[in-house]
């Protein structure tokens, strides 16, 4: 379970830098029109973050379950 969270520690490292750069130059931005389009970036950036964390909370579940069910054997 360790190798899995240390590759994924990059991803959403750098996910959380991209998504955090695009909402300041989103609010830094003069014009409405602009921010608008920065925030559906942001909404796109986002979904392949949840698709990381979902993945990464499903596999621990798996992993622990196995676990759990070799110890009950």
């Known amino acids: 379970m360790l190798e899995l969270n240390f590759a994924l520690l990059p991803i959403l490292f750098f996910a959380f830098i991209?998504?955090?750069?695009?909402?300041?130059?989103?609010n830094?931005?003069?014009?409405?029109?602009?921010r608008e389009r920065m925030w559906m970036s942001v909404i796109i950036l986002l979904i392949?973050?949840?698709?990381?964390?979902?993945?990464?909370?499903?596999?621990?579940i798996?992993?622990?379950?196995?676990?759990?069910?070799n110890r009950n054997r």
């Open 18 to 26: 991209i998504t955090v750069g695009t909402l300041v130059v989103a």
């Open 28 to 34: 830094t931005s003069p014009l409405v029109w602009q």
């Open 48 to 60: 392949p973050i949840f698709g990381a964390a979902g993945f990464w909370v499903m596999y621990t």
């Open 62 to 69: 798996r992993r622990f379950r196995s676990k759990t069910q």
